[in-house]
């Protein structure tokens, strides 16, 4: 019989009959059979397994809360039974040393604004579900609360500061309350530092790298009675497996890559969430699939910048390979968000003409017009390049629908570099922007850039872009009157119970009437009779 256990610190793992050696003799072996079988085959991923190990390290901190167990168990042995099988080895057994008690709690408020942040909040409430927590909508109700915090711009910090500040009630009125900060402001030096001394009623702090540490932390608030702050700086690795509560159950996000590593000088994600690292496509594909037999229409592949999937881990197979490989499940519905320009290639062009299954439409940061503005934001691509690839998709793909992300106010950015913007805004006539001022973010390259650009002028050209973009994406939005359109429904309108609401394939949110009760997941068709800049109404149709 083999023996697969977990002792001491760190991942000490071994794979050596049982009783035929002196337990140090054992871990020694093992140490060594491991990294000679392992390391080779998992490179960068080796995380998969120490991650998921380490959970068991018999001197961390605290064990797991009753009920995670069960599920660490089934994960730890499907990802031994993958290696031993890889190496053409047989997991007969595996044991693994744990002590058990726990408690039920109740969780959790996110404040979320950047996809990635919105799917670790899945897997966060896979864990807390998993030890036994529920959900509320109410602070008052709560036990735990977790802020899910984005940095990406000042106003999401503020935001999140002043929710935390918000909180401090809820503490005074029962002191047994965990307040837990997490995500993107918690790899942030200073904002910790900040929360640390300003914010004393805030329970606990982890990063966006060690979510799979949640049980321990939060058991360590509960036992020590004590402040708890753990925040691992970038580390190299994808953690697979962590469970997930997915918001819902007709419409996913399948992350396909961590982190990023185009580093735009104005950018703090490539500092809170590191380096880019790419999932295994064999994860990835098994989760579609997984999803595909859940019944699930539609499926978002996610990543910081999708179109350089893959560089950090394969010499031959890209985007393009993955984009093509996910059509092939025939999800109904396949999206795909973030896209680069620079790294936008002909051959993705070619898959997304060639699968329907896969929406027409694609969000494509443009950030600045000026060749020279974009130069200083790192973006590697000019105003040439970024309209010629917009071409190519549009003689490819006619029907489809493109959002851009601009920033306006960029360090030293003049009227006529800003008017570039406009050019092409008019050029390209976008169905929708998501603009921003731009916000020094420390730590950037960009924040050491003077910036001589007046607040009130960066507003002026906030309302100047907006006020030219709605009109011609409205003016767009024409070809949909009286036209039949489908709509993956989401539910009930969230103003008026009585009308549905969903998303085109075109991304165009529809709101409707309909004489059937439909279900979020319904696929249906809907002649719109009335077109407006960012929806479409009409009438389902049959
Ligand atoms: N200031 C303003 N906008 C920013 N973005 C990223 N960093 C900043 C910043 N420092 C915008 C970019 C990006 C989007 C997610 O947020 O447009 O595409
Ligand atoms: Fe930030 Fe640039 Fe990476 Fe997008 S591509 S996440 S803007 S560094």
């Known amino acids: ?17 049982k009783g035929s050696l002196e ?11 491991l990294s000679v079988l392992i390391t080779p085959v998992f490179k960068n991923q080796i995380g ?3 991650s998921v190990l380490g959970l068991f390290d018999e001197n961390s901190v605290q064990p797991p809360p009753d009920g995670i167990l069960s599920h660490y168990e089934e994960n730890i042995k499907a990802t031994v039974a993958g290696l031993l099988d890889k190496n053409g080895l047989e997991c007969k057994k595996v044991e693994i040393f744990m002590d058990i008690d726990g408690d039920n709690y109740i969780y959790i408020k996110r404040i ?9 909040s899945e897997n966060i409430a896979g864990f807390l579900e998993q030890i036994g927590y529920q959900a509320t909508k109410d602070y008052g109700e709560a036990d735990l609360i977790i802020l899910n915090s984005c940095a990406v711009r000042k106003s999401a910090e503020d935001k999140v500061l002043g929710e935390i500040g918000a909180l401090k009630k809820y503490k005074r009125n029962k002191p047994e309350l965990i307040i837990a900060l997490c995500g993107c402001m918690a790899q942030e030096e200073a904002m910790v530092n900040l929360v640390i001394n300003k914010y004393r009623h805030v329970d606990l702090i982890f990063g966006t790298h060690n979510i799979n540490r949640l049980p321990w932390l939060l058991k360590r608030c509960y036992k020590e009675k004590s402040r708890v702050v753990e925040v691992y700086s970038t580390k190299a690795e994808v953690i697979e497996g962590l469970p997930d509560i997915k918001m819902n159950k007709h ?7 961590y982190g990023c590593d185009k580093f735009c000088s104005y950018c703090i994600v490539p500092f809170t969430r590191g380096k880019q690292r790419s999932r295994y496509k064999e994860f990835i594909l098994k989760e579609i699939d997984d999803c595909k037999s859940q019944s699930y229409k539609e499926l978002t592949l996610l990543g910081q910048n999708v179109n350089s999937y893959g560089k950090d881990l394969y010499e031959n197979y890209g985007f ?10 025939q999800i109904p519905r396949l999206r795909f968000v973030t896209s680069h320009p620079w790294d936008f290639n002909q051959e993705m062009i070619d898959v997304m003409k060639r699968y329907d299954n896969i929406m027409p439409y694609l969000h494509l940061p443009l950030q600045s017009g000026d060749d020279e503005i974009l130069k200083k934001m790192g973006r590697r691509y000019s105003q040439e390049d970024y309209l010629s690839l917009f071409d190519r998709l549009k003689t490819a793909l006619p029907n489809l ?8 106010g960029f360090p030293g950015e003049e009227e006529k570099q800003f008017l570039n913007t406009i050019k092409v805004v008019e050029y390209c006539r976008f169905d929708n922007i998501f603009s921003f001022i731009y916000s020094p973010r420390v730590g950037t390259p960009a924040a050491l850039l ?8 960066k507003k002026q050209r906030l309302k100047y872009l907006n006020d030219t973009f709605k009109p011609l994406a409205l003016a767009n939005a024409q070809k949909y009157q009286d036209q039949e359109v489908e709509v993956l429904v989401d539910g009930p309108s969230k103003t008026k119970p009585e009308i549905y609401s969903g998303y085109s394939p075109a991304n165009k949110v529809v709101n409707f009437s309909s004489e059937n009760p439909l279900k979020p997941g319904d696929l249906v068709k809907v002649r719109v009779d009335k077109v407006k800049t960012f929806t479409l109404e009409g009438k389902e149709v049959f």
């Open 1 to 17: 019989m083999y023996c697969l256990c977990a002792v001491g610190s760190g991942v000490i793992y071994f794979i050596i009959p």
């Open 23 to 33: 337990k140090p003799m054992r871990v020694m072996l093992g140490v060594f059979l």
């Open 320 to 329: 393009a390979d993955l984009l093509a490989a996910a059509a092939e499940s």
């Open 251 to 257: 419409k996913a996000w399948i992350n396909i890559a």
């Open 401 to 408: 629908s493109f959002s851009t992300d601009i920033i306006v």
């Open 48 to 50: 998969d397994l120490s």
């Open 112 to 120: 979320v604004l950047m996809l990635a942040n919105e799917k670790d």
């Open 450 to 457: 003077a910036d001589e650009v007046s607040l009130s002028v």
